[in-house]
């Protein structure tokens, strides 16, 4: 009987170990998951703030504001590429109205890669004061809001899930206790 008592006590002790093994194991999965979560949430973030940045100093140099030279051929670059969207949008605008023998060649640059076609606002003619307000309009649809939202649902889930890991008792005597 003693041997038998003395087999078990190995397999619950093994059992025990494993136990606490797999658990320290599913705690630094969480833990790394959570760190990499963090780190991405904090991308989109900085991501976010940049856009907003170069929207901004965009905004002030369109209204007279001087920035060091480097930083002024790159916005002026932008206002140039800003007016040939602004021509080609105008020249798509125009052919869809008139209907007229440019519109055929117009519609086969309509649809993307994938097979859909392009949203109709970006059919209109956009002024320099208007770039601005559509910048902002296209940021409210941007998809990374919902990213750090998700982001975040998904760090709080691991913490939890880690709590409750650690939760787990660490002491074989306390499983002992539960199992009489």
Known sequence: MAVRN??????K?????????????AA??????R??????????????????????AYAL???????????TRMLQELKQLDEQLNDIRAEKYAASLTGSAAAPAEQ????SDDGTEEDEDDELPVSEDNSLVSAEINGLFDNTVSVGKMAEKVNSTLN??????HSFPQDSKDDDQRQE
């Open 13 to 25: 002790n093994l059992w025990i170990k494993g136990m606490k093994a797999i658990g320290n194991t």
């Open 28 to 33: 630094s999965i969480a833990n790394n998951t």
């Open 35 to 56: 760190y990499k979560v963090d780190e991405v949430t904090i991308q989109n973030r900085r991501r976010e703030v940049l856009g907003d940045l170069a929207n901004k």
């Open 61 to 71: 140099w369109l209204k007279g504001e001087t920035f060091p030279e480097p930083m």
């Open 6 to 11: 003395d087999i078990r006590d190995k397999a």
């Open 108 to 111: 086969d640059n309509e649809s």
């Open 160 to 165: 939890q899930m880690s709590e409750r890991i």
